[in-house]
């Protein structure tokens, strides 16, 4: 792996007091270690940085090592291609003010997520397009890992799914409305992953980890702003329909919707790319993406404004090897 400058990553970082443990770890994850030592007599908090979560990472390792050392797992390498990605990608273009400021959405909708699939509601509300609702069932796999009462030792948590709903929601969004400087707003019943998404970040090597970094991959190269709500299930019910009625094939469930859930325009349903969905499965089950097999420009015409929007460019996209 191709590893940024030190000073690259300092800067990107932005630390007030750059810790040395921060240089040790780019060392050793460069020269391919599972461990490293820890100097105690070292400062090792880490204040605000753009890559929130890797740090986090390195400091509850750093907090929490045994023998003088820390082990660089799996999830410390993978949190480390997802930082040289974001390095080079910041050096790239420049980040637009509207990229971090909320401003009124151009689009909302709803998503849930159960054992069986997910699914969601999205409503565009500046270009007059009609609403979409999608839905996409869990793999065997992603079922079978599923902590329930019967299986009390999966590796998944139903907080976890909806995790992973909210970040496809994004790409719903991309594929219905032009987002690039616009802010998105998806509302969720549950409270877990509307925490996680306000955050941005876990300290620990689990599904949410993988998630949201992929969510901070997917929102860069967008160039968007995501914001959240939390909205009670009882008035969560036209997500909680797309993925509950799967006893309905895709024309019925679009007759169901426009009897039930009736617009000034009939609703069509969207079907989520495969290598989207690929990306949140794989990070479900702890694994990184290539961002070249997931980031892809919508299909969608782009306008230039006095703000000197950017089409995002694939040739950005960092191949990880």
């Avoid at 940024?4 to 020269?31: C, G, S, W």
């Avoid at 594929?175 to 969720?188: F, G, K, P, V, W």
């Avoid at 799967?246 to 000034?264: C, E, G, I, V």
Wanted: aromatic share 8%; with cysteine; proline share 9%.
């Amino acid at each position: 792996m191709k590893q940024p400058t030190e000073h690259q990553v300092l800067e990107l970082l932005k630390f007030k007091n750059p810790p040395r443990a921060l240089k040790v770890i780019m060392k050793a994850a460069a020269d391919n270690n599972d461990s490293l030592p820890v100097d105690d007599n070292k400062d090792n908090k880490n204040p605000f940085c753009l890559c929130y979560h890797t740090i986090q990472l390195f400091t509850a390792r750093l907090n929490n090592h045994r023998n003088g050392r820390i082990r660089l797992d799996r999830g410390v390498h993978d949190a480390l291609k997802d930082l040289e990605w974001l390095t080079t990608n910041l050096a790239s273009r420049p980040t637009h003010l509207t990229e971090i400021t909320e401003l009124p959405p151009t689009v909302n909708g709803a998503c849930d997520a159960a054992g069986p699939g997910m699914g969601g509601v999205v409503f565009n509300l500046q270009e007059g397009l009609p609403p979409r609702l999608w839905r996409s069932p869990f793999s065997s796999n992603i079922q079978q890992q599923l902590v329930s009462f019967k299986n009390p030792r999966g590796t998944i948590t139903n907080s976890d799914l909806e995790l992973g709903t909210t970040v496809l929601q994004q790409e719903a969004y991309l594929h219905a409305a032009d987002l690039q400087e616009r802010t998105t707003h998806t509302a969720s019943d549950n409270t877990l992953a509307m925490c996680w998404q306000y955050k941005g970040s876990s300290i620990t090597s689990s599904p949410p980890a993988y998630l949201l970094r992929l969510q901070s991959l997917h929102q860069r190269f967008h160039c968007y702003k995501p914001t959240f709500i939390y909205l009670p299930g009882l008035l969560n019910k036209m997500a909680d329909d797309c993925l509950r009625l799967w006893h309905l094939n895709d024309s019925q469930l679009l007759s169901y919707f426009n009897l039930h859930y009736p617009q000034s325009l009939p609703w069509p349903l969207w079907h989520a790319p495969q290598e989207m969905l690929s990306a949140v499965t794989l990070a479900l089950r702890r694994k990184p993406s290539e961002p070249a097999s997931f980031l892809r420009a919508p299909p969608l015409p782009r306008t230039m404004g006095q703000s000197l929007r950017q089409t995002p460019n694939p040739s950005n996209v960092i191949t990880q090897k």
